[in-house]
């Protein structure tokens, strides 16, 4: 048995629910990481949401090394 499905059967789940449900974990921690650090960016630069950097950046008023991306086809869609 691998690490996971011990864990997983110490916890009372299946392998795949615990798969499923640290991922999730994971992922919205760095979902509040990345926002984090949007609204700090925003504010850095006189935004007061981060909508409105968004704005500021589409209509070329602050140019971000990033802005690149945006252009991209969908960069950084799943």
Known sequence: MTTSENLAKDLHMKPETLLRKSLEKYLRHKLKVVESELFLLAKKYGAETVADFDKLVEEGKFHSPYSYLRR???????
Do not use: Y
């Open 72 to 78: 991209t086809k969908n960069a950084f869609a799943a």
